[in-house]
């Protein structure tokens, strides 16, 4: 069992800056792949990047430029730097997390942040 916490959600005004964390119950090594999806109200939840076990990174298209996937493997932690925001990003942005054990792939998820951005 893979426990996520996220952190760093809140408030900012549009073109402001907000760093979320989420840290894991187990080493980030063992992670293949950690992502940061977001959910909008009355949207599906989106991909909006990931990180490899190796360091590897992939945006949705909303998000390259302006955001970064980052992760700390000391510290257990997946950062996602989300520079220049906009009204549009207002979400509770998950942290998820897929690791391969065997043939399986098991599948976590965090409880969420909110973040809102305002005009």
């Known amino acids: 069992q893979v426990q996520l916490v996220e952190s760093g959600g809140g408030l900012v005004q549009a073109g402001g800056s907000l760093r979320l964390s989420c840290e894991t119950s187990?080493?980030?090594?063992?992670?293949?792949?950690m992502g940061w999806y977001r959910q909008a109200p009355g949207n599906q939840r989106e991909l909006v990047g990931s990180?490899?076990?190796?360091?590897?990174?992939n945006y949705a298209d909303s998000a390259k430029v302006r955001f970064t996937i980052s992760r700390d493997n000391a510290k257990n932690t997946v950062y996602l730097q989300m520079n220049s925001l906009k009204p549009e990003d207002t979400a509770v942005y998950y942290c998820?997390?897929?690791?391969?054990?065997?043939?399986?792939?098991?599948?976590?998820w965090g409880q969420g942040t909110q973040v809102t951005v305002t005009s």
């Open positions: 998820n997390a897929r690791l391969k054990l065997g043939s399986k792939w098991y599948t976590y």
């Open positions: 990180i490899t076990s190796g360091g590897i990174t």
């Open positions: 187990v080493s980030t090594f063992s992670i293949n792949f």
